[in-house]
């Protein structure tokens, strides 16, 4: 089944042919680690998350890259504020990204690269750029020199001559035009620096992307991908960069972006107050009803987060795995899970989540009414096609009992079952119904049925 991708830098869908099916290589542009991301910063992670599943299907030796920005002013302003070390703030908040993406069922890139772990080939790319004419040292910093790379602005359809004469902001007075964009600058002694030949300094932020790039995975890559707010600056500067480097080969032969998320119809923002950090959704809802809800709308659209799209995410995922304890005796096959064809070819076209999400609910409607004979067959295509998703991946008893906004003791909910189940036996409902209401407070749901009582743990 062949993958189509839409490429952000000629605007069209394209059939996926990588340079060398042996080796195909993706990075993703990822976190600058000084504070808990929010819930947009893991709409490309997750996104992006799918895509490696899909493309390690068809191409095993999938290599994906997704960097760790810790060199920033940002980085700087929060040390100082902290009053700790600039590698405090760095090291705490590149482990809370790791659990934030962990939690959220994403797996881990095949390589992390950190900015200050490549120092020297970012001086060596800078160094190249200088000798070849592309960039230029001004008062202990050095810029790219936008005017002398003639595709600028291609991949964001701005127009070259207006970025370099249009800017009306105050111009630093060392560019020699407005557009040009800091490689390297000087550092004084209370910010992080390493010698260069042009004096202690540090890299400026695009740079760091095109040398780990080059880096971990050669002058060519299959897939750069990351969200739209990174078209412009970011990745156009990524591509001057490396193709200026490269004597002038394709950087990036597939550009993949994500559109930002926005919360009830607003863009997510400090003064607004609306931002929501992955780790504290954590603590009020499943992990895997935030994932779903970034599955929700497709990748390249703007995707509104709200309450009510949480609790719609959760009672679907009730819904699923209600077929999936229903189904609990069924054992699976010895061979690895199936995955669906209409969930594949769903992510084949240009990652159509939505559509995969709809060809989930109807595996889920074909296993709850499948008979005997198709019932492992039914059940095997549900958890195959969830896998692709990093959907489904917990046990349902686990679902049903955990993951609410508060976690039960539950032996002491089967001990409570227990005397409920006495004092219905002794005809005693009085006491049955004050201990469901005594389950009730505790966040604990119960239903009786064929196969006894069961409960969960209410969620939203
Ligand atoms: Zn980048």
């Not at 869908?13 to 680690?33: H, I, K, L, S, W």
């Not at 550092?187 to 971990?216: F, K, N, Q, V, Y």
């Not at 095997?380 to 508060?406: I, M, S, V």
């Amino acid at each position: 089944m062949p993958i189509t991708l839409y490429n952000s830098l000629t605007r069209r869908p394209e059939p996926f042919a990588p340079r060398d099916p042996q080796r195909v290589t993706m990075y993703v542009c990822g976190p600058t680690v000084y504070n808990y991301v929010h819930i947009g910063n893991a709409r490309g992670p997750v996104l992006f998350d799918v895509l490696a599943n899909l493309l390690r299907r068809h191409y095993p030796q999938l290599v994906y890259a997704r960097n760790i920005t810790d060199v920033d002013d940002k980085i700087n302003t929060a040390a100082k504020e902290a009053g700790c070390p600039i590698s405090v703030i760095t090291e705490r908040y590149t482990e809370a990204y790791r659990q934030d993406m962990a939690a959220l069922g994403i797996a881990p890139p095949d390589i992390e690269p950190k900015a200050t772990a490549h120092i020297e080939p970012i001086i060596a790319m800078i160094e190249s750029l200088i000798a070849s004419g592309h960039a230029y040292a001004a008062s202990g910093h050095v810029l790219f020199e936008v005017g002398s790379y003639a595709a600028y602005g291609a991949l964001s359809g701005r127009d070259p001559e207006e970025l370099i004469a249009g800017a009306r902001v105050e111009v630093a007075p060392y560019k020699k035009n407005p557009g040009d964009f800091v490689l390297w600058k000087p550092s004084t002694p209370d910010l992080p620096g390493w010698d260069s030949p042009w004096g202690i300094g540090r890299p400026g932020w695009h740079i760091e992307c095109s040398a780990m790039c080059e880096a971990h995975l050669g002058e060519t890559i299959d897939i750069h991908a990351g969200g739209v707010d990174l078209q412009f600056p970011h990745h156009e500067n990524e591509i001057a960069q490396s193709t200026c480097a490269h004597g002038g080969k394709v950087f990036a032969r597939w550009w993949l972006h994500n559109g930002m998320l926005t919360f009830d119809g607003r863009k997510m923002s400090k003064s607004l107050g609306n931002v929501l950090k992955v780790h504290e959704l954590l603590k009020q809802h499943p992990a895997e009803a935030l994932r779903l809800v970034l599955l929700r709308g497709h990748y390249r659209q703007p995707l509104d987060w709200s309450d009510d799209a949480v609790t719609q995410a959760v009672s679907t995922l009730d819904g699923w795995y209600r077929v999936l304890r229903d189904l609990a005796e069924v054992a699976l096959p010895e061979a690895p899970l199936p995955v669906p064809a209409a969930v594949e070819a769903a992510l084949c076209d240009d990652l159509n989540t939505p559509q995969a999400l709809a060809e989930l609910s109807q595996l889920a409607d074909a296993a709850r009414q499948a008979d005997a004979a198709g019932r492992q067959a039914a059940k095997a295509a549900l958890l195959g096609g969830g896998a692709l998703l990093g959907l489904l991946q917990q046990d349902a008893e686990a679902w049903f009992k955990h993951g609410g906004a508060t976690e039960v003791d539950a032996s002491q909910v089967e001990s409570l079952l227990e005397q409920r189940r006495n004092a219905r036996a002794a005809r005693d409902f009085k006491r049955a119904d004050a201990i469901r209401e005594e389950l009730s407070a505790m966040g604990v749901v119960i239903e009786d049925g064929a196969q006894g009582t069961r409960w969960s743990v209410a969620k939203a």
